[in-house]
Nanobody, 120 residues
Framework: QVQLVESGGGLVQPGGSLRLSCAASGSIRSLNAMRWYRQAPGNQREFIAAVTGGSSTSYHPSVKGRFTISRDNAKNTVYLQMNSLKPEDTAVYYC??????????????WGQGTQVTVSS
């Protein structure tokens, strides 16, 4: 059973930083693209950032220059470094990944989410 588990969320003041982590576990053959999404109350889930298997990155315009996505393939982990946080960044952040499982083929997986609150 492949799982994604996020960590690193919390409460931070405006202008502060947080680093989110998402670790994939289970019977994994390989990780393809990995992504971060977020969902604020009353809003739809929105794409934030992605990193391909070749480490190419892309970002939503609202976070470009403030957030950095990276991956550690040896640890099956993707990170989201968030700097210069704003109150409007408050949301539940979700990890998403395309994973080749040893028994399940290529599938898309979601983590359970981690809360990020930006407030003074």
């Amino acid at each position: 059973q492949v799982q994604l588990v996020e960590s690193g969320g919390g409460l931070v003041q405006p202008g502060g930083s947080l680093r989110l982590s998402c670790a994939a576990s289970g019977s994994i053959r390989s990780l393809n693209a990995m992504r971060w999404y977020r969902q604020a109350p009353g809003n739809q889930r929105e794409f934030i950032a992605a990193v391909t298997g070749g480490s190419s990155t892309s970002y939503h315009p609202s976070v470009k220059g403030r957030f950095t996505i990276s991956r550690d393939n040896a640890k099956n982990t993707v990170y989201l470094q968030m700097n210069s946080l704003k109150p409007e960044d408050t949301a539940v952040y979700y990890c998403n990944a395309d994973i080749w499982g040893s028994d399940s083929g290529l599938r898309n997986y979601w983590g359970q989410g981690t809360q990020v609150t930006v407030s003074s």
